[in-house]
């Protein structure tokens, strides 16, 4: 079954429909976030013990932290990748099933803002005045596809490029093809990088994927910096 004979169906639905419908899709979400709640962070939810729980958690867990980000996402998928590198878990089920989250976890978040744009489109508004976002929106320039791939990288910029994404005019086919694209180049590169550093510091478990997290940050840092730096060197055209 394809995205447009799903959002074809959806569609049809009446009101009482998509209001049941919505809140059996959610309902292992808010039971996720009570665990959460109830057993701390991203770290002790994913155990090698129970490898299928554990990649169950790091979709879950990746999913929440898209609509809400207060849930430790990119540091779940660290810690399993991490796991991953000391033989406990494998790494392909983890890069497959942190896709996942971060693409159902986008939509969810393009539909809220799309349906509830009058209760979310000042919230957006508020993050995007901020100065570090505001800069990030600029340098990555107005391209949706862009945006989308380049905003999972940048800290506070998901949110906030998602929820835009869903108050604007985009059609969800186009928005979704380019959310499959970044959620899958996101997991694909955090999951290798925190694995090799993993295998490079076996020993240090926890050291592992805290030097991954920050060698992302710091690559992020550089990159926008050089191009900041380059546009600004660069003199505007000339009129004519």
């Not at 508020?126 to 380049?150: K, P, Y």
């Amino acid at each position: 079954m394809t995205a447009g004979s799903l959002l074809a169906r959806w569609q049809r639905l009446s009101v009482r429909g998509k209001v049941v419908t919505a809140s059996l899709v959610a309902l292992p979400f808010a039971v996720a976030a009570v665990n959460y709640v109830i057993n701390g962070d991203g770290l002790s939810i994913v155990d090698p013990e129970d490898p299928t729980t554990a990649y169950l958690w790091v979709f879950v867990l990746i999913a929440l932290d898209a609509v809400m980000p207060i849930f430790p996402g990119e540091t779940t998928l660290n810690a399993a990748a991490t796991l991953a590198a000391q033989g406990k878990l494998e790494l392909l089920p983890i890069i497959v099933m942190g896709a996942l989250g971060a693409i159902v976890g986008d939509s969810c978040l393009f539909w809220l803002a799309r349906t509830y744009r009058h209760r979310i489109s000042g919230q957006v508004e508020r993050a995007r005045a901020n100065d570090r976002v505001r800069r990030a929106f600029e340098l990555l320039d107005s391209s949706a596809g862009v945006l989308i791939i380049g905003g999972r990288y940048l800290p506070g910029m998901r949110f906030v490029v998602n929820a835009t994404m869903g108050l604007s005019d985009i059609p969800y086919r186009r928005y979704v093809v380019w959310s499959v694209i970044s959620g899958t180049l996101w997991s694909i590169y955090t999951c290798i990088l925190a694995y090799e550093i993993g295998l490079a510091l076996g020993a240090y478990p926890l050291a592992s994927f805290v030097i991954s997290g920050l060698v992302t940050t710091v690559a992020i840092a550089v990159i926008f910096f050089t191009v900041r730096h380059n546009r600004q060197k660069t003199p505007p055209p000339s009129r004519q």
